[in-house]
C-alpha cells in the first residue's frame, strides 16, 4: 500500500526566508505527487504535481518541488515566504490505478514570524 | 463556473440521527470522491466513483454510504450518525479515471459535529 511522510507537523519561518517542506513517499510504481495547500476553514487548492519528466516542477505562488526517486522524496520549496504563506500543506500520493483517490500525508503547519 | 460545491457548510447532529452530504461539480469530471479530516490525520478517502455507475470504498468506509446520482453529482450517507463521525468532509473531482492520476478538485468542506 501506497503512503506519506510528512516529518516536519509545525515549521516556523521569518518572512522573507526560504523555505523546505519535506515530503517522503512509499510506492512500488512511478507515483504520481502532488502538494496542496489549504488556507484556514478552506478547501485544498492544488500547487503542483509531478508525472513524468522534468523532476523539477513549477507551481503556483512562487512554490517548486523536486522528484527525487532515489530518496522517494518531493520536498516543496520556495526562496522567500511571504505571510500570506502561512498555512498547512499537504502532500500526496496517486497510484497508477488511476481514479481510486489520492493517499495524503498528515500535514506541515507553517508558520510565518514577522 | 463554481467548480465543487458542498452542502450543508455547518451541520450538528444528535447520535443516531441521520443525514446526506451533497456535492456537485461543473467541470464534466469523470471521477468524484468523498474525504474525511480530522486534526493530525490529514485526508482520509471515504469513497469513491470512478465515474458515473461506479462506487467504490477507500480506506475509512464504515458508517457511511454513497451514491453517484449523476455525471455530477455525488452525495454521501450518514444513516446513523455517532460522534466519531465528528469531522469536515470534502467532496473532490477529477477529470479522468485512468492513468496517469490527474489532480483533484476540492469543494469548501461541510463541517459536521454529532453529538
Known amino acids: 500500500a501506497q503512503s506519506v511522510t510528512q516529518p516536519d507537523i509545525h515549521i516556523t519561518v521569518s518572512e522573507g526566508a526560504s523555505l523546505e517542506l519535506r515530503c517522503n513517499y512509499s510506492?512500488?510504481?512511478?507515483?504520481?505527487l502532488f502538494w496542496y495547500v489549504q488556507s484556514p476553514g478552506q478547501g485544498l487548492q492544488l500547487l503542483l504535481k509531478?508525472?513524468?519528466?522534468?523532476?523539477l516542477v513549477q507551481g503556483i505562488k512562487g512554490f517548486e518541488a523536486e522528484f527525487k526517486r532515489s530518496q522517494s522524496s518531493f520536498n516543496l520549496r520556495k526562496p522567500s515566504v511571504h505571510w500570506s504563506d502561512a498555512a498547512e500543506y499537504f502532500c500526496?500520493?496517486?497510484?497508477?490505478?488511476?481514479?481510486?483517490?489520492?493517499?495524503f500525508g498528515k500535514g506541515t503547519h507553517l508558520i510565518i514570524q514577522p | 463556473n463554481a467548480g465543487v460545491t458542498q452542502t450543508p457548510k455547518f451541520q450538528v447532529l444528535k447520535t443516531g440521527q441521520s443525514m446526506t452530504l451533497q456535492c456537485a461539480q461543473d467541470?464534466?469530471?469523470?471521477?468524484m470522491y468523498w474525504y474525511r479530516q480530522d486534526p493530525g490525520m490529514g485526508l482520509r478517502l471515504i469513497y469513491y466513483?470512478?465515474?458515473?455507475?461506479?462506487?467504490d470504498k477507500g480506506e475509512v468506509p464504515n458508517g457511511y454510504n454513497v451514491s453517484r446520482l449523476n455525471k455530477r453529482e455525488f452525495s454521501l450517507r450518514l444513516e446513523s450518525a455517532a460522534p466519531s463521525q465528528t469531522s469536515v468532509y470534502f467532496c473532490?473531482?477529477?477529470?479522468?479515471?485512468?492513468?496517469?492520476?490527474?489532480?483533484?478538485?476540492f469543494g469548501p468542506g461541510t463541517r459536521l459535529t454529532v453529538t
Open positions: 509531478y508525472f513524468s519528466g522534468d523532476t
Open positions: 466513483s470512478a465515474s458515473e455507475g461506479t462506487t
Open positions: 467541470m464534466n469530471h469523470n471521477s
Open positions: 473532490a473531482s477529477s477529470e479522468y479515471g485512468g492513468p496517469p492520476v490527474y489532480e483533484q478538485y
Open positions: 510506492y512500488g510504481a512511478t507515483p504520481y
Open positions: 500526496a500520493v496517486g497510484s497508477g490505478g488511476g481514479a481510486d483517490g489520492l493517499t
